[in-house]
């Protein structure tokens, strides 16, 4: 369970995997597709799930360089897990601060 929240760790990473869901990306797609999200860390997260084999990446030749992101298999089997988690906060008691 550790090593699937180490993957999943950082604001806006499970939001990240849920466009990959959708399919490949550019960098710029998922910028467009995730506004509130700087270049700083979309970079970071991008960094980060490659590394962590959830991506891969690929670099066309050509100027500008362009560079699609892709699930790999076992970035792809995290959609059940992220459906999980979803389907547990849509149903969690909604808390307020006054409650402790």
């Known amino acids: 369970m550790e090593i699937t929240l180490a993957a999943l760790h950082g604001r806006w990473t499970t939001l990240v995997i849920r466009e990959f869901l959708k399919g490949d990306h550019t960098f710029s797609e998922l910028r467009e597709a995730l506004p509130d ?3 700083k860390v979309l970079s970071d997260r991008l960094a980060h799930l490659t590394n962590a084999g959830i991506l891969t990446r690929h670099r066309e ?40």
């Open 61 to 100: 030749p050509g100027w500008p360089p362009r560079v699609h992101y892709t699930l790999t298999p076992h970035g792809r089997s995290l959609g059940p897990v992220l459906q999980a988690l979803w389907d547990w906060g849509s149903t969690a008691p909604t808390r307020h601060p006054e409650d402790g």
């Open 37 to 39: 999200l700087s270049d």
